[in-house]
């Protein structure tokens, strides 16, 4: 899950490197052969309960993110069922990965009821510019590429390694069929240069803006409290000139999905003038952000104390200007 929450012990750490190294190729493998969908739906709510009830502490923190978001206390029953509804979205989630991603194409495509802001986005591509795609641990996020596969595109995925092997093992074998070109980081003083030369040559980058793994995020409001968000997309859009678009995937109740694509958010200014222009950008992406997340509270997918993160506490801030993607 989180490494802000996993144990120290080496013990437990070896147990949950067995139990997932085993159950995620079981889910891979289950999705291809599964005649329904929702078959696979009915076995993560099952896998959603027993982990709740497994790991008490992580619907701990899920509740105080879930009441921040709502304005109810952590003890209310609305805050309740949304906590556990959003890691029930969570495993469906990872089984439309599997799902979708062992399909062809159009199969995803299909299901996507709504596509918001298709010419924004093709209004930014034609600048050749290169596209940062921002987008966040919320709805289906990984059917993003497939979408964009499907309309003959590609995409560079920037993101940071899961804990699990077995885990990063299938999410790197389904992107790649997908179309999707990973591009994996630490999170901490990693260089841009590879990023930089892909958006001059005019290419899509993704990644998602709501992780500040660095702790040297730019502190604004998000649902009545202010908390840092990674400066590293808006520095990589000031040096090469590429805009952002806010890219949001979520699924409504019926199992279809709907993508929104923002307007395009350029960084202006010299050096000196960079940090305004970067932190009105932000600001305009928390907003839409916030907008998801308090319309589908369920499906921002949080599992550790975001407005009070324990490693902020415990560790210094470290990584270059561009950290923290």
């Given at each position: 899950m989180q490494d802000?929450?996993?144990?120290?012990?080496r013990l437990l750490g070896l147990l949950y490197g067995a139990v997932f190294g085993s159950l995620f190729p079981l889910f891979f493998?289950?999705?291809?052969?599964?005649?329904?969908?929702?078959?696979?739906?009915?076995?993560?709510?099952?896998?959603?309960?027993?982990?709740?009830?497994?790991?008490?502490?992580y619907l701990e923190a899920i509740l105080a993110n879930t009441a921040r978001v709502t304005g109810l206390p952590p003890g209310h029953p609305e805050v309740e069922r949304l906590a556990r509804e959003m890691v029930r979205q969570h495993a469906r989630a990872w089984v439309d990965f599997f799902w979708f991603g062992q399909r062809n194409p159009d199969e995803a495509l299909a299901h996507f009821a709504?596509?918001?802001?298709?010419a924004q986005l093709d209004?930014?591509?034609?600048q050749r510019k290169g596209?940062?795609?921002?987008?966040?641990?919320?709805?289906n996020y990984e059917l993003g590429g497939l979408l964009l596969r499907a309309r003959g595109l590609r995409i560079h995925t920037v993101y940071k390694r899961d804990r699990f092997a077995a885990v990063e093992r299938l999410r790197e074998r389904l992107r790649a069929q997908g179309g999707v070109i990973g591009l994996p980081v630490d999170g901490v003083g990693f260089s841009t240069l590879p990023l930089v030369k892909l958006l001059r040559?005019?290419?899509?980058?993704g990644m998602q803006g709501d992780r500040d793994f660095s702790l040297?995020?730019?502190?604004?409001?998000?649902c009545g409290r202010e908390v840092p968000f990674p400066r590293g997309p808006w520095e990589l859009a000031a040096m090469t000139g590429a805009p952002v678009v806010p890219s949001f995937f979520y699924a409504d109740e019926a199992g279809r999905f709907h993508a929104r694509f923002g307007a395009p958010l350029h960084i202006h200014g010299e050096r000196g003038q960079r940090?305004?222009?970067?932190?009105?950008?932000?600001?305009?992406?928390?907003?839409?952000?916030?907008?998801?997340?308090?319309q589908h509270p369920s499906q921002w997918y949080c599992f550790y104390p975001f407005w009070d993160d324990p490693l902020r506490a415990t560790a210094p801030p470290a990584g270059g200007p561009a950290g923290g993607i």
């Open positions: 802000r929450m996993q144990s120290d012990s493998f289950a999705a291809r052969s599964l005649a329904r969908r929702s078959r696979g739906h009915e076995i993560a709510d099952q896998v959603a309960h027993a982990f709740l009830a497994l790991r008490p502490k709504t596509l918001e802001g298709l209004a930014a591509i034609a596209v940062i795609l921002l987008t966040a641990h919320a709805g040559e005019g290419c899509l980058v040297n995020g730019v502190p604004v409001p998000f940090m305004a222009g970067i932190e009105a950008g932000l600001r305009a992406y928390v907003a839409d952000l916030e907008a998801l997340v308090r």
